[in-house]
């Protein structure tokens, strides 16, 4: 069994315990307010956009353990916002990732940019909860869904007024999210089965993502390095996590990670 696979049976059991009847969460998701356009806050059709960065609420990881405490996810959602974060990451796994639905709800009474409800979705259920609790945006990992899967739960995020980050780590994968009409397309550069961390597995993909697709760089921010190195193999938003929990200035440190990453994409593309 892979750590994906023992953490999705967790994520499975914690989503039994507070299941409610499904004409429930479907008429919290229409009562919610809108949902706003992460796509377009990444940049997505712009020509020349500037480095995107989606900044993660995330105070415990399977690879890492105990990153930080977070007593005050909005306080620290405000900061995040402060620097310029285009889009922040609510982890809400509980098991493993010590986050909840309540760090959304929170985050999402204090801060107006889109929010990705960062999670294992395995089921539809949970794409209603998520716009149920004010999410913009959903993650769908290609290794943990069949093709079906997929589609089918995009769509339902499509109809909801969502958008949907399709996470990948191969180039099959990239295929796989290219056929389920992904618009914004992250590659981890973190296996899930293994929780191996390789920085260049960004670079060896990014030239499969399709052209429209939003290109997202996700894990191993470790500094401005880390974030030139991936704005100039072709990366138009960035996922962090770790860096901006651990740091005590996480608005002055994606202030830096934005200019750096925006001047390497310039760069890039002049
Ligand atoms: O903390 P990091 O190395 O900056 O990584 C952030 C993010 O990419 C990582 O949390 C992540 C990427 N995909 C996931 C899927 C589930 C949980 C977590 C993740």
Known sequence: MTVLDDIIEGVREDLQAR???????????RAAAPARDAWLA?????????????????RRSPSKGDLAGIVDPA????????????????LTEQR?????????????????????RKDFTVDEYQIWEARAHGADLILLIAAALDDAQLKGFSELAHELGMNVLLETHTREEIDRAAA?????????????????????????????IPAGAVAVAESGVRGVEDVTHYASQGAQALLVGEALVRTEDPRGLLREFRDAGSAAMATRLA
């Open 42 to 58: 990444l940049g997505g059709g712009e020509a020349d956009p500037g480095l995107r960065v989606i900044a993660e609420i995330k």
């Open 75 to 90: 306080a620290l959602a405000e900061e995040y916002v402060a620097g310029g974060a285009s889009v922040i990451s609510v």
């Open 19 to 29: 299941r409610l009847p499904q004409r429930d969460i479907e008429s919290a998701a």
């Open 180 to 208: 389920a009409g992904a618009r914004i397309i992250g590659v981890n550069v973190r296996n899930l089965k293994t929780l191996d961390v390789d920085r260049s597995v960004f670079g060896g993909l990014a030239a499969s």
């Open 96 to 116: 493993r990732f010590k986050g909840s639905l309540a760090d959304l709800d929170a985050v999402r009474a204090r801060v107006d940019v889109p929010l990705l």
